[in-house]
C-alpha cells in the first residue's frame, strides 16, 4: 500500500510541481469553455440574470429607489414582491395593490413583479371563498399577471423616471 502511494505520488507530483502552467492551462480550458462561461455566477449578476423571488417592498417612492440600489449592488435584475397589497378597492379608488403596482412600474418599469395579497376580511362569513375566487380573477385579468408595459427600459440598470432623493 505505501509504495503503492508512493508511485502514484512519483508519477503525479512532477507534473504538477514542475510543469505548474500545464495544470493551470487545462483548469482555464475547462473555465472558458462556453457553457462553463454562461453558467458563471460572475455573468448571471453582470447581465443581470438573477431574479429574487421574494421581497416586501413598501409602496412608496424613495422605497423602491432604495430597492433597486441595492438589487444593482448585488447584480439582480428582477424583483418579485410578494404581497403588494389587496386588489379591494379603497374608498371608491384604487386599491392598495393598484397603486402599488403603478408606481413601481412607473419608477421602474419591468423591474419588480407585483404580486397581491387576499382580504381576509369576513373571512368566517359563508361566501368569503367565492369572494376569494373574484379576488384572484381580478387580479389575473386586471395587473399582476399582465406583461410590462412595451418600451420598457433593460434590466442592466435603474435608472428611475423620477429623479432619486439623495
Not at 469553455?33 to 443581470?48: F, G, N, Q
Not at 423602491?64 to 379608488?93: C, M, N, Q
Request: proline residues 7%; contains cysteine; glycine residues 8%.
Amino acid at each position: 500500500m505505501r509504495h503503492s502511494l508512493i508511485r502514484l505520488l512519483a508519477c503525479v507530483w512532477p507534473c504538477a510541481v514542475c510543469h505548474p502552467w500545464e495544470a493551470a492551462a487545462q483548469e482555464a480550458a475547462v473555465r472558458s469553455t462556453p457553457l462553463a462561461e454562461a453558467m458563471s455566477p460572475d455573468v448571471w449578476r453582470r447581465e443581470r440574470r438573477i431574479i429574487d423571488l421574494h421581497q416586501h417592498i413598501e409602496a412608496r417612492p424613495e422605497r423602491f429607489h432604495r430597492a433597486a440600489k441595492i438589487l444593482d449592488e448585488a447584480g439582480v435584475g428582477i424583483g418579485v414582491i410578494l404581497g403588494a397589497g389587496t386588489v379591494t378597492p379603497r374608498d371608491g379608488g384604487a386599491s392598495d395593490f393598484e397603486r402599488a403596482k403603478q408606481l413601481s412600474d412607473s419608477l421602474y418599469p419591468g423591474r419588480f413583479v407585483n404580486y397581491m395579497l387576499l382580504d381576509y376580511q369576513g373571512w368566517d362569513e359563508s361566501d368569503w371563498s367565492e369572494r376569494a375566487a373574484k379576488q384572484i380573477d381580478e387580479d389575473a385579468h386586471g395587473s399582476s399577471l399582465r406583461r410590462p408595459p412595451t418600451g420598457r427600459k433593460p434590466l442592466g440598470g435603474s435608472e428611475p423616471d423620477t429623479a432619486a432623493p439623495e
